[in-house]
Structures are given as structure tokens and as C-alpha cells.
């Protein structure tokens, strides 16, 4: 059973009082211990296609499964519950609370939940992120890199089946970048986690086993391990053809 399973995913807006399809019908599987990139050009989906798989957006249509729990027979208590103890999320804007701790913030959704930790688990998560010396500081004297460390650790402190990641190292330089994306490797390769990341740059993506591509909210590529000079040719062609497709409708 994959870790996550999206069966024709629909997610509709209104616009001007025109319907907008975020999402036109997407079917996707997730196997578990994988770590899956999702690209695709601004408005092609993949922001919507990540919040609806991890239960923070209800779809239009369609249906998705954490394992084997399908979330639209959730009430909204029960989705929340779920999102607290089987999904992790890590923004790139950390979404960390200032007024606490690094090792207050990491244990936060543990408290929310009513949970207690494993004490040799949150060592362990701890101690990979490389925050041992660091429990007792505030975000603000962290630089972005440890900020985001931060979050990585808070989404893996309840063992969550699947860790869904929005542009993670969208704010970082490059070598902060490369360091969070092989912390998120790690976690694939030695603890079994799922990963699921949205991201528009191909060097991050090429960390990933799989990469998805999106346009106009449905899947045109899925690739294995294509490298990041194959996900720019891919992404740059598909950005002709849209500019083409533009340009012959005007």
C-alpha cells in the first residue's frame, strides 16, 4: 500500500465567475520510503496538489488516501488528528513560533496532539538536524538554514508517515540548500520516511527519485531519477509550448 494515493483529484476555483481548474482529475501513488519532487511551471497545480494530499485543502472531486484512511470520510476533528500524528509539513516560510524554543517548537505538534515523545526518537531527529546545541535559542538568533532545520525536525518529531514539503529551500542559499536536501535524503535512505516536495528549481529536484511534472493542473511528465539537466530540458520545453499555445489563442 503506498504511503499516499490521489485518485482523480479535482480542485476548482471561481474567478470572475469563471471556474478555474487547479486541479483536473490527477491520479498519482506514492510508495512508501520514497522521495517524490513535484514541478511544473506558476499555477500549474502543485501548490494545490500538495495541500489537498495533505489534508489541509478538501478537493473538489476525487479522493485521497494516507495509507489506508480515506480523507474525505473524515470529519474536520478527525483530519486534524490526523494531520497531527501521521503527516508532517515543513514550509518555506517555517511557520516557527517566535516566542518558544527551538526544542519547544520542535516538540510542539507532540503537545498539540496530547502525545508523549520518544525519547530516543527526538534525540535521534534532533541530533541528525544538527540542533543539539541549539535547544535553548529562539528562531531569531538561528540563521534561515538552522530555521529550517527546525521545521524539518518538528515535521519528523511524531514519526509521521509522510513528510509533504512546500519549496523547502525556496528562501536558502545554496549551500544551506544543499545541506536541507541531503537532511531530507537522509531521512528517505535511513529512516524509510516519504517525502513528497514541492519545488521549482531542478538541482533540488534531482535529489528526489521521482519527479512529476504538472501543467494546467495535470500530470505531463513522471520521470525516474532524470537528473536536474533533464528536468530543466523538460521544464523548458513545456514552457515553449505553453508560450506557443498563448500566443496562438490571442
Same mark, same amino acid.
Given at each position: 500500500m503506498p504511503a499516499v494515493r490521489?485518485?482523480? +483529484?479535482? /480542485?476548482?476555483?471561481?474567478?470572475?465567475?469563471?471556474?478555474?481548474?487547479?486541479?483536473?482529475?490527477?491520479?498519482?501513488?506514492?510508495?512508501?520510503g520514497t522521495f517524490t519532487a513535484i514541478m511544473g511551471p506558476s499555477g500549474s497545480g502543485k501548490s494545490t496538489l500538495l495541500q489537498t494530499a495533505a489534508g489541509l485543502d478538501r478537493p473538489t472531486a476525487g479522493h485521497?488516501?494516507?495509507?489506508?484512511?480515506? +480523507?474525505? /470520510?473524515?470529519s474536520e476533528t478527525k483530519l486534524t488528528e490526523l494531520r497531527r500524528g501521521r503527516i508532517g509539513f515543513v514550509f518555506q516560510a517555517f511557520n516557527l513560533i517566535g516566542a518558544l524554543t527551538v526544542e519547544d517548537n520542535i516538540r510542539l505538534p507532540l503537545r498539540l496532539a496530547g502525545t508523549r515523545p520518544d525519547p530516543a526518537w527526538l534525540a535521534q531527529v534532533i541530533e541528525r538536524v544538527g540542533l543539539t546545541n541549539r535547544l535553548r535559542h529562539r528562531p531569531s538568533a538561528l540563521s534561515g538554514g538552522q530555521q529550517q532545520r527546525v521545521a524539518i525536525a518538528r515535521a519528523l518529531a511524531s514519526r509521521p508517515e509522510v513528510i509533504f514539503c512546500d519549496e523547502p529551500t525556496g528562501a536558502l542559499d545554496t549551500t544551506t540548500a544543499a545541506e536541507v536536501l541531503a537532511l531530507l535524503r537522509a531521512v528517505v535512505d535511513e529512516q524509510g520516511q516519504t517525502v513528497v516536495m514541492v519545488t521549482h528549481d531542478p538541482v533540488a529536484a534531482s535529489y528526489a527519485d521521482r519527479v512529476i511534472v504538472l501543467a494546467d493542473g495535470r500530470i505531463v511528465h513522471d520521470m525516474p531519477q532524470p537528473g536536474a539537466a533533464r528536468i530543466a530540458e523538460h521544464l523548458a520545453a513545456l514552457g515553449h509550448r505553453r508560450v506557443a499555445t498563448e500566443g496562438a489563442t490571442r
Amino acid at each position: 500500500m503506498p504511503a499516499v494515493r490521489i485518485q482523480g +483529484l479535482t /480542485r476548482t476555483y471561481q474567478a470572475d465567475g469563471e471556474p478555474v481548474h487547479a486541479l483536473a482529475g490527477v491520479d498519482a501513488d506514492f510508495p512508501r520510503g520514497t522521495f517524490t519532487a513535484i514541478m511544473g511551471p506558476s499555477g500549474s497545480g502543485k501548490s494545490t496538489l500538495l495541500q489537498t494530499a495533505a489534508g489541509l485543502d478538501r478537493p473538489t472531486a476525487g479522493h485521497v488516501w494516507i495509507g489506508d484512511t480515506e +480523507l474525505s /470520510r473524515l470529519s474536520e476533528t478527525k483530519l486534524t488528528e490526523l494531520r497531527r500524528g501521521r503527516i508532517g509539513f515543513v514550509f518555506q516560510a517555517f511557520n516557527l513560533i517566535g516566542a518558544l524554543t527551538v526544542e519547544d517548537n520542535i516538540r510542539l505538534p507532540l503537545r498539540l496532539a496530547g502525545t508523549r515523545p520518544d525519547p530516543a526518537w527526538l534525540a535521534q531527529v534532533i541530533e541528525r538536524v544538527g540542533l543539539t546545541n541549539r535547544l535553548r535559542h529562539r528562531p531569531s538568533a538561528l540563521s534561515g538554514g538552522q530555521q529550517q532545520r527546525v521545521a524539518i525536525a518538528r515535521a519528523l518529531a511524531s514519526r509521521p508517515e509522510v513528510i509533504f514539503c512546500d519549496e523547502p529551500t525556496g528562501a536558502l542559499d545554496t549551500t544551506t540548500a544543499a545541506e536541507v536536501l541531503a537532511l531530507l535524503r537522509a531521512v528517505v535512505d535511513e529512516q524509510g520516511q516519504t517525502v513528497v516536495m514541492v519545488t521549482h528549481d531542478p538541482v533540488a529536484a534531482s535529489y528526489a527519485d521521482r519527479v512529476i511534472v504538472l501543467a494546467d493542473g495535470r500530470i505531463v511528465h513522471d520521470m525516474p531519477q532524470p537528473g536536474a539537466a533533464r528536468i530543466a530540458e523538460h521544464l523548458a520545453a513545456l514552457g515553449h509550448r505553453r508560450v506557443a499555445t498563448e500566443g496562438a489563442t490571442r
